[in-house]
């Protein structure tokens, strides 16, 4: 299978005090189609850092990140965006919906933005959210629903573009034991049925472990 994201020497260091971090010590890895990693380390060890680098939201960074073999990390502000906003999708601890617009709306308008029907979003987004079981919650808004609920939510809208890639930031981190293993079981599910790819960041050992493969990231450098 191809690499969907193929990452070579990254490094990114920070000034702190007059003094050097070095965050990420030249970390090599590539994630192929249909294969769910984790990335896994504990709180502070540049697990973040890592995934906004590959998902092209900030600078500062050496070393080449190819999505879908094209050249990201040298691309301009233009192609980075549409990178983005087309092979992309992104899952994070706290959901960030959009508070004035209801589940299916959420869902909605990433596609509307790529430049889908409003008819095929809203069918997408139906189809979605009623793999995740919130088929009767559709007009709802994110403060009539629970957590869990939320979650889900943000999982149909980084899959309703069919993005190549998934990029998730502790993405059950926010929800209790039980609450987190069944948006776990769903989201790894449907990632797997769009034949896409994800990388997961986590620094739970057994969420880890229920994943294709387990990166470890410790002191910037990946085992």
Do not use: W
């Amino acid at each position: 299978m191809s690499d969907v994201l193929a990452v070579t020497g990254l490094k990114r260091s920070f000034e702190q005090g007059g003094v050097r971090i070095d965050v990420l010590r030249g970390v090599d890895f590539a994630v192929k189609q249909g294969e769910i990693v984790a990335l896994l380390g504990p709180s502070g060890s540049g697990k973040s850092t890592l995934l906004q680098a590959v998902g092209l939201l900030e600078g500062g960074f050496e070393g080449d990140i190819r999505i879908e073999g094209q050249p990201a990390a040298s691309a301009d502000d233009k192609e980075r965006t549409r990178l983005r906003r087309e092979r992309l999708g992104f899952v994070y601890q706290f959901h960030h919906l959009l508070p004035d617009f209801s589940a299916a709306e959420n869902v909605v308008l990433p596609q509307l933005i790529n430049g889908a029907t409003r008819a095929d979003a809203q069918a997408r987004a139906e189809s979605l959210l009623g793999a995740l079981g919130l088929d009767q919650r559709l007009t709802h808004r994110p403060s009539k629903l629970s957590g869990g609920e939320q979650q889900r939510v943000a999982v149909a809208r980084a899959l309703a573009i069919r993005p190549a890639l998934v990029l998730a930031d502790e993405p059950t981190g926010n929800l209790d034991e039980a609450t987190a293993d069944l948006v776990l079981d769903e989201f790894l599910r449907l990632v797997r049925e769009e034949a896409g790819a994800a990388l997961v960041a986590t620094h739970n050992e057994r969420l880890a472990a229920r994943m294709d493969r387990v990166l470890r990231l410790h002191d910037g450098v990946l085992t």
